[in-house]
Nanobody, 124 residues
Framework: QVQLVDSGGGLVQPGDSLKLSCKAK????????MGWFRRAPGKEREFVAAISHIGSTTNYGDSVKARFTISRDATDNTVWLQMNSLKPEDTAVYYC?????????????????WGQGTQVTVSS
């Protein structure tokens, strides 16, 4: 029903910044609560950030709080994840997700649509 295209990953050094984007395409004009998750090799999927459908409320995982910022545009069709002060432990595939529910969600099961993922590698 909803297709998400996430992009913007790359190879950076510790302390650098990256900005990921997620563009949503769906059959309706509604906006969706959205979030970012990441999966590092050999590790469980981890919640990164979430934003409400109108962008008024956000939430962050403890490991990225104060370094990452999630935002969305006025048309609700694009969500960004600004990542600052990147660390090697931030290395992962980052996935954007959208929910059919309303709220700010922190678990994978609360999301219904997923992007393909974009690789972020932080290495010196």
């Amino acid at each position: 029903q909803v297709q998400l295209v996430d992009s913007g990953g790359g190879l950076v050094q510790p302390g650098d910044s990256l900005k990921l984007s997620c563009k949503a395409k769906g059959p309706t004009h509604r906006s969706y609560p959205m979030g970012w998750f990441r999966r590092a090799p050999g590790k469980e999927r981890e919640f990164v950030a979430a934003i409400s459908h109108i962008g008024s409320t956000t939430n962050y995982g403890d490991s990225v709080k104060a370094r990452f910022t999630i935002s969305r545009d006025a048309t609700d069709n694009t969500v960004w994840l600004q990542m600052n002060s990147l660390k090697p432990e931030d290395t992962a595939v980052y996935y954007c997700a959208a929910s059919n529910l309303y709220g700010v969600f922190t678990t994978s099961r609360q999301y219904h649509y997923w992007g393909q993922g974009t690789q972020v590698t932080v290495s010196s």
